[in-house]
T-cell receptor, first 114, second 114 residues
């Protein structure tokens, strides 16, 4: 089955600096890569996703990159703000048995220091 | 509805008791997923529903766990004879269909087994 590794497990940055979270996956058939943000006591919220036919995608201060050859993808947050503090999960998905099965990384706890 | 709704938000019960967790997906979403999130861990897939059928139950950890979905909408996850290792947050997600659509999560049920 798919295996998704995520690092670092914790990340502290000063407000205004950039944060980068990296993930690798093992199944070359994976073709969908969402990123989720989870605040304390809440469910994960989709913040951005990328599909395998695209190498990079941006949405305001958030960008994701995908390297299919190396099987890794990254989340970049620029100009970080205290409200960006949360746990971030990467995931890799593939079609299996007629539906999309998604495997999650273990999460990165991001702390933005004011 | 506005989002995925789960109830109860918290559940404390004694070891050996049965528990039922409820998920009300976003209206019109045919695909529904259950995940388990243990403290400090990623999301562990449990079961997937497409309509009322469950084509993938591969993540259910034991025969004490079961789930059903009636009317293609509300789903219940039942854990029989609960054990302390069942303590976790149980998350439900839904998507428009199972194929290529992002999953939207509820805020979960935090289950504590005494």
């Amino acid at each position: 089955g798919e295996n998704v590794e995520q690092h670092p497990s914790t990340l502290s940055v000063q407000e205004g600096d950039s944060a980068v979270i990296k993930c690798t996956y093992s199944d070359s058939a994976s073709n969908y890569f969402p990123w989720y943000k989870q605040e304390l006591g809440k469910g994960p919220q989709l913040i951005i996703d990328i599909r395998s036919n695209v190498g990079e995608k941006k949405d305001q201060r958030i960008a994701v990159t995908l390297n299919k050859t190396a099987k890794h993808f990254s989340l970049h947050i620029t100009e970080t703000q205290p409200e960006d503090s949360a746990v971030y999960f990467c995931a890799a998905g593939r079609s299996s048995g007629g539906y999309q099965k998604v495997t999650f990384g273990i999460g990165t706890k991001l702390q933005v220091i004011p | 509805g506005a989002g995925v709704s789960q109830s109860p938000s918290n559940k404390v019960t004694e070891k050996g008791k049965d528990v039922e967790l409820r998920c009300d997906p976003i209206s019109g979403h045919t695909a529904l997923y259950w995940y388990r999130q243990s403290l400090g861990q990623g999301l562990e897939f449990l079961i997937y529903f497409q309509g009322n059928s469950a084509p993938d139950k591969s993540g259910l950890p034991s025969d004490r766990f079961s789930a059903e979905r009636t009317g293609g909408s509300v789903s219940t996850l039942t854990i029989q004879r609960t054990q302390q290792e069942d303590s976790a947050v149980y998350l439900c997600a839904s998507s428009r269909d199972g194929k290529n659509q992002p999953q939207h999560f509820g805020d979960g049920t935090r289950l504590s087994i005494l």
